[in-house]
């Protein structure tokens, strides 16, 4: 069992900054990517970035490199600092983790809400 916990949201004005922490607990020791997602009322849930244990990276086009993801695995804790943040970008953001032993599974934390003022 593996357990994501989110931290960091809160509310921000257009172009300034947040930094976002999710912590991973529990049965981590097979975990392969960790990445975030975000979902606006109305809409589906979109990928922000995923980053892989060897430290791979892959970014969605509205990020338009405003925003980085890292990751620690010694304290298996996901991190996507946010920059230039726009009102487009207000929505709940959740962790995500999967692993591929012995199969597939992903894992996903309570979220965090975010919200972008004018």
């Known amino acids: 069992q593996v357990q994501l916990v989110e931290s960091g949201g809160g509310l921000v004005q257009a172009g300034g900054s947040l930094r976002l922490s999710c912590a991973a607990s529990?049965?981590?020791?097979?975990?392969?990517?960790m990445g975030w997602y975000r979902q606006a009322p109305g809409k589906q849930r979109e990928l922000v970035a995923t980053i892989s244990n060897r430290a791979m990276t892959d970014y969605a086009e509205f990020v338009d490199g405003r925003s980085t993801i890292s990751r620690n695995n010694a304290n298996n804790t996901v991190y996507l600092q946010m920059n230039s943040l726009k009102p487009d970008d207000t929505a709940v953001y959740y962790c995500n983790a999967v692993s591929e032993w012995p199969t597939r599974r992903e894992f996903w934390g309570q979220g965090a809400q975010v919200t972008v003022s004018s």
């Open positions: 529990g049965s981590t020791f097979s975990l392969l990517h």
